[in-house]
T-cell receptor, first 113, second 111 residues
């Protein structure tokens, strides 16, 4: 398996634009997680899915953020409209069970100007 | 929510053993303890996981006292490539709700 795949790896956009981050989990993993990492706040869990169903989105900062998982092999995290404070590295991770090892993707480095 | 407390940073010389302690005073019966390692510009990577006593693998050892209110990650004979951020997580068996990474411990290995 190629591991967790994220795209794009880097994204630079202007404030107010829509940003869509993509993730392909490891095949067979039932859990998918979206994280955000900044220097100030460290690594924060935004939302996670079990069998394509969102289970806990309490970490999603506000209504500008939304996440979907239309099938077992694809998930998106959308920010609309984007703001400079959204600049961060966004990681996607997947695991077979919730309490088992999470495998992280390489991350998407987002810069909102 | 069993949050964790770790030192912000640590320095060590090459070849030394490094012990990073994590406090988790509110750990629950169903919680397990997991450590991740993160290199710059990469996602975190699983190192070791345990519930009680001692766990050892090819990378590290994890020591958990009987009261489980703390845990210690032990890295034997560190090298420059062990320079990374190390996260201690405490989570229960029922789901991912309580997984909290925090800011971790930044370990710098000095030549």
């Amino acid at each position: 398996d190629a591991g967790v795949i994220q795209s794009p790896r880097h994204e630079v956009t202007e404030m107010g634009q829509e940003v869509t981050l993509r993730c392909k989990p490891i095949s067979g993993h039932d859990y998918l997680f979206w994280y955000r990492q900044t220097m100030m706040r460290g690594l924060e869990l935004l939302i996670y899915f079990n069998n394509n169903v969102p289970i806990d989105d309490s970490g999603m900062p506000e209504d500008r953020f939304s996440a979907k998982m239309p099938n077992a092999s694809f998930s998106t995290l959308k920010i609309q409209p984007s703001e400079p404070r959204d600049s961060a590295v966004y990681f996607c991770a997947s695991s077979y069970l919730a309490q088992e090892t999470q495998y992280f993707g390489p991350g998407t480095r987002l810069l909102v100007l | 929510l069993a949050k964790t407390t770790q030192p912000i940073s640590m320095d060590s010389y090459e070849g030394q053993e490094v012990n990073i302690t994590c406090s988790h005073n509110n750990i629950a019966t169903n919680d397990y303890i997991t450590w991740y390692q993160q290199f710059p510009s990469q996602g975190p990577r699983f190192i070791i996981q345990g519930y009680k006593t001692k766990v050892t693998n090819e990378v590290a050892s994890l020591f958990i006292p009987a009261d489980r209110k703390s845990s210690t990650l032990s890295l034997p004979r560190v090298s420059l490539s062990d320079t990374a951020v190390y996260y201690c997580l405490v989570g229960d068996w029922t789901g991912a709700n309580n997984l909290f990474f925090g800011t971790g411990t930044r370990l710098t290995v000095i030549p």
